[in-house]
């Protein structure tokens, strides 16, 4: 099993990877918790950054991506 990093970086890169395998419009909740528990995590350890970088630089653009890829889901739907 391999070992995967805790480093906020590499969490955020990970979660970008499972948005974008999101194929249906259900697996983007899944993929919306998982920021939602990932911005309790940064709330909850680092208090100070967070609201002065992280939601800035971490949060808000995992939150857009899975908007745009909600759009995108069902703009294949509706075609």
Same mark, same amino acid.
């Given at each position: 099993?391999?070992?995967?990093?805790?480093?906020?970086?590499?969490?955020?890169?990970?979660?970008?990877?499972?948005?974008?395998?999101?194929?249906?419009?259900?697996?983007?909740f899944? &993929?919306?918790? @998982?920021?939602?528990?990932?911005?309790?995590? @940064?709330?909850?350890?680092?208090?100070?950054?967070?609201?002065? &970088?992280?939601?800035?630089?971490?949060?808000?653009? @995992?939150?857009?991506?899975?908007?745009?890829?909600?759009?995108e889901?069902?703009?294949?739907?509706?075609?």
């Amino acid at each position: 099993m391999e070992n995967r990093s805790t480093h906020y970086g590499d969490v955020s890169k990970w979660i970008e990877k499972v948005i974008d395998s999101c194929e249906t419009y259900q697996q983007t909740f899944t &993929a919306s918790s @998982l920021v939602t528990n990932f911005r309790k995590q @940064l709330m909850k350890n680092i208090p100070d950054k967070y609201w002065n &970088a992280y939601r800035y630089e971490l949060i808000w653009p @995992l939150e857009n991506k899975i908007i745009t890829k909600r759009q995108e889901i069902q703009g294949k739907y509706f075609k």
